[in-house]
């Protein structure tokens, strides 16, 4: 048997919106040899809309579940006895997203948490779709590790008709991690990524200068980005083992080389210019675990 096929289904009801749902998806796999084989899965997923805003807005206890359409197909191949890679790529699409017929341009449920509409509407779209390639090395000789790398777009459709980029649309992806384990009690570790920066929307600087305050430009909602992202984690761990139980103290640096990533812009009005905040810089943890 080269070959495997999985079907299922879901049903769901929900009480709060009176809403019910099948879900069906299915998956296969053929093995090309005894290190490669080729992986396919397809579904259908539903979501039930954040209680928050069912609580807070009228009406949205009429609205549909959010529905999404996943396509994954992908290669996978055995590099060596603890070494694996594998490359896939996706497609969903989005129906039925929550938006504020007040603000058209807007997505529900990339806005802030705290930032509720007073009534909802249906319709939204979205789509996401990327490739991943990630090469996966297992414990062996001591040594153990993981390399990624990503490419995806991340889009919604506003009740103006108008596709943008959605709050974690990085666009791209790069991380390494891996650890070094000389014995049983100590063991090394670390973790690098890149990642593109994520859209945001730009101030109104005329306007923040003339109102005293930040002025979003509603005319480009998420159409400009923070810079790339990127950071360094290092770690260590000493285990104290003892009959039945164990005793880990670690020691951490988060940003070990102390890289200024931007987390957000704000207009400072007592200058009169825009300002930023930025992500933690090197930030040193350590701890203790007991395990039993």
């Not at 929900?14 to 490669?36: E, M």
């Not at 789509?127 to 000789?141: I, R, W």
């Amino acid at each position: 048997p080269r070959g495997t096929l999985q079907v299922g289904v879901r049903a769901d009801w929900f009480s709060v919106t009176g809403t019910g749902s099948i879900s069906p998806r299915l998956s296969a796999a053929w093995a090309l040899d005894d290190r490669t084989s080729l992986k396919a899965a397809a579904g259908v997923f539903y979501q039930h809309l954040p209680m928050l805003l069912l609580a807070r807005c009228a009406g949205s206890s009429g609205l549909d579940d959010v529905k999404a359409r996943h396509a994954v197909l992908g290669v996978e191949r055995l590099l060596t006895e603890n070494t694996r890679l594998t490359l896939e790529a996706y497609h969903k699409d989005y129906d039925d997203m929550p938006l504020d017929p007040e603000q058209p341009p807007l997505s529900v449920f990339d806005g802030k948490a705290d930032a509720v509409p007073g009534r909802l509407a249906g319709g939204g779209k979205a789509a996401s779709y990327g490739l991943e390639l990630t090469v996966q090395k297992k414990l062996a000789q001591k040594a153990y590790g993981l390399a990624s790398a990503a490419w995806a777009r991340s889009r919604y459709r506003g009740l103006d008709g108008i596709w943008r980029n959605r709050n974690y649309d990085n666009r791209f992806a790069v991380s390494v991690e891996g650890g070094y384990k000389p014995d049983r009690n100590w063991e090394f570790s670390m973790r690098w990524i890149i990642a593109g920066g994520t859209p945001y929307t730009p101030m109104d600087l005329e306007a923040c200068m003339r109102l005293h305050r930040m002025v979003l430009n509603a005319k480009e909602i998420n159409g400009s980005r923070y810079s790339a992202y990127h950071s360094m984690n290092v770690r260590f761990d000493r285990r104290f083992h003892f009959q039945s139980t164990n005793l880990i103290f670690y020691l951490s640096a988060w940003n070990v080389y102390n890289r200024k990533n931007v987390a957000q812009y704000f207009w400072n009005d007592r200058e009169q210019r825009k300002d930023v905040i930025y992500q933690w810089l090197l930030l040193p943890i350590f701890g203790l675990e007991y395990e039993m």
